[in-house]
């Protein structure tokens, strides 16, 4: 029995926007300013290809984003958040987080750099945020943490302190151990519980 067209045609644009994804992925982290001509040849399609997907460089681009996001997202699923301490696991989901950022580093400060309101600037981390802020209030609730303050406040400062540490290791000032030193030091005092 042969699949309906329809379920191929809708097969082989999943296929392509994998493919286009992939490779605007590689080239835009090796070349920022890549054109979607090179991200076309790069995937082994044509331009038009590419606009059928993304009809401009900002859908490509907040795709892209998208993207990192969901490999971030399953890299900290994967770092048993719900597993041990909770500074231990909190520690283990913003390693496994920078770890998926460390693969793209011009890419990475290319999305950061993007202008972006502040709504779109929280969409965009929301899932990731999800996730720090699943094991503050696991750490809460188990008085690991202060239970004083919003669990989805803490986890914002989280995230702010966790792209500080990667700026301060980006530019040098620190290696990426001390910077991740810093950061698990900072955080723990954030989260104290009151003495």
Not at 117 to 126: C, F, I, S
Request: hydrophobic share 45%; no cysteine.
């Amino acid at each position: 029995m042969s699949l309906p067209p329809t379920h191929n045609r809708r097969a082989d644009a999943r296929r392509n926007r994998i493919a286009i994804l992939d490779a605007a992925v590689r080239l835009l982290d090796a070349q920022p300013d890549a054109s979607l001509d090179a991200i076309a040849l790069a995937a082994g399609m044509t331009r038009q290809t590419i606009y059928a997907h993304f009809p401009s460089r900002e859908h490509l681009m907040a795709a892209v984003v998208d993207r990192i996001t969901e490999e971030a997202v399953a890299a900290m699923d994967a770092a048993e958040p719900d597993v041990g301490p909770a500074a231990d696991a909190l520690m283990r989901v913003l390693q496994a987080g920078s770890r998926t950022a460390e693969r793209y580093p011009a890419l990475t400060r290319r999305i950061g750099s993007l202008p972006v309101t502040p709504q779109a600037d929280q969409e965009r981390h929301a899932p990731v945020a999800d996730r720090i802020n699943r094991v503050i209030r696991r750490g809460q609730e188990n008085g690991e943490f202060d239970n004083r303050l919003p669990s989805d406040w803490l986890a914002a400062v989280i995230v702010k302190i966790g792209h500080a540490a990667g700026e301060v290791a980006d530019a040098g000032r620190m290696s990426p151990a001390e910077a991740a030193d810093a950061l698990r030091t900072v955080m723990l005092r954030v989260l104290a519980p009151p003495a």
